[in-house]
């Protein structure tokens, strides 16, 4: 499945890693039904009170899903609905209160937002980068986007989203504009990011998720209104597959870095 998780009893920290290096843990379609399962089961560990998430290899915390596997996946033909299955990706949409801080080192783009949007907070080590190559691709990025608005102000999310695969946001800027709470050396971001799980479990486990809670009521509205009009959007505006395939195999590999 590639996916591991450690727990560790003393600290009541759970360490979940996307573990396919080889591939920048893009996430396969049974990875996501897994990482689904995973969230729901730590609904009944009490033992479990703070949860870490990263990716293996150092090089990528996510890369997005698989092209492959997204290429299996059948769609109806009704504008108003699309089957995404990253939608169950993340811990809130498996109904998991418990904190979850994202560790990422190396690249984090596309698909890789939909565990970032809903982390508590995100560490990252210096050589981090963080884009969304969507549009660059003929695709229209909505759910990301919708993700990547709670964490990043309005024009940083705007250009990430437009600039596609042509600039990638560093560590440093995304600590900057907030989406990261704390920058570490490189190869660090585990680490820090364990020692804040720790002091998080230590605390009363009711108050911690009800704070978790609370926090996430506050655009809870917006935000699902705003998910209920994804769908159309991205049925309306990718490119037909073929021409995404096209795009995607004679793109270079040339960005910036900002």
């Known amino acids: 499945m590639s996916i591991r998780v450690e727990r560790d009893k003393e600290t009541g920290v759970a360490v ?25 089961g730590f609904r009944y560990e009490d033992e479990v009170r703070a949860v870490v998430v990263t990716g293996a290899g150092g090089r990528a915390f996510c890369t997005g899903i698989d092209r492959e596997d997204a290429g299996r996946i059948p769609q109806p033909s009704s504008p108003y609905t699309i089957d995404d299955p990253l939608l169950t990706l993340g811990p809130k949409a498996n109904d998991l209160w418990k904190p979850v801080i994202a560790a990422v080192e190396g690249l984090a783009c596309g698909g890789a937002f939909y565990l970032l949007g809903e982390a508590e907070f995100v560490v990252a080590g ?16 909505a759910f990301e986007t919708i993700h990547m608005a709670r964490r990043m102000p309005y024009g ?26 704390e ?74 870095l900002r």
């Open 156 to 181: 940083e999310v705007a250009r990430m989203a437009l600039m596609g695969s042509a600039e990638r946001i560093s560590a440093r800027r995304a600590y900057e504009t907030g989406l990261v709470s």
């Open 16 to 40: 979940v890693t996307l573990d396919r290096a080889a591939k920048h843990n893009a996430i396969t379609l049974e990875m996501a039904r897994g990482l689904a399962s995973v969230w729901k």
């Open 183 to 256: 920058l570490t050396p490189a190869g660090g971001a585990l680490d820090a990011a364990r020692a804040a799980a720790a002091v998080i479990a230590s605390h009363p486990t009711e108050a911690v998720q009800g704070t978790v809670r609370a926090l996430w009521s506050v655009d809870g509205a917006a935000r699902a209104q705003a998910f209920a009009h994804a769908p159309h959007l991205v049925t309306l505006g990718n490119l037909p597959a073929d021409r995404q395939t096209e795009l995607f195999t004679r793109r270079g590999g040339g960005h910036r």
């Open 126 to 141: 210096e050589g981090a980068a963080f884009f969304d190559p969507h549009t660059t691709y003929g695709m229209v990025s």
